[in-house]
C-alpha cells in the first residue's frame, strides 16, 4: 500500500524558514504530480507548489511564489518543500499528496490527488 509521510514541520519566528520532507513509500508509487497543500484554522485546505516526477516542472500559489521552493528527489522518493521568508500567514497544517494525472502548469492545482499524508504543522509567529 502506498503511503505518504511528512515531516519538519515546527515553530519559527516570522522571517524564518523550514523545510517539509515527504516520503513515498510502498509496494509501486505511480503517480504523475506530487503537491504540497495547506489548511489554515477555519479555512479550506489550499493549493501551494506542485512538482511533477519525471520532468521535475514546477507550479506555485502566487501567495508563495519566490519563497517556497518544491523539489523531489526520484530515487529516494521524497518530496520537499523549502520555505524561506515566512510570514504568520503561512501557519497551516501543511499535507503533501500525489495524483496519477496528467497536468501543466497551474492546471497541477486543480486535477484529483488521491493519496494524503497524515499533515504536519507550522507555525509562524509575529
Known amino acids: 500500500q502506498e503511503q505518504l509521510v511528512e515531516s519538519g514541520g515546527g515553530l519559527v519566528q516570522a522571517g524564518g524558514s523550514l523545510r517539509l520532507s515527504c516520503v513515498a513509500s510502498?509496494?509501486?508509487?505511480?503517480?504523475?504530480?506530487m503537491g504540497w497543500f495547506r489548511q489554515a484554522p477555519g479555512e479550506e485546505r489550499e493549493f501551494v507548489a506542485a512538482?511533477?516526477?519525471?520532468?521535475?516542472?514546477?507550479s506555485y500559489a502566487d501567495s508563495v511564489k519566490g519563497r517556497f521552493t518544491i523539489s523531489r528527489d526520484n530515487a529516494k522518493k521524497m518530496l520537499y518543500l523549502q520555505m524561506n521568508s515566512l510570514k504568520p500567514e503561512d501557519t497551516a497544517v501543511y499535507y503533501c499528496?500525489?495524483?496519477?494525472?496528467?497536468?501543466?502548469?497551474?492546471?497541477?492545482?486543480?486535477?484529483?490527488?488521491?493519496?494524503w499524508g497524515q499533515g504536519t504543522r507550522v507555525t509562524v509567529s509575529s
Open positions: 499528496a500525489a495524483s496519477p494525472d496528467y497536468c501543466s502548469g497551474y492546471g497541477c492545482s486543480r486535477v484529483s490527488y488521491d493519496k
Open positions: 510502498g509496494r509501486t508509487f505511480s503517480s504523475y504530480v
Open positions: 512538482i511533477k516526477w519525471i520532468s521535475a516542472s514546477t
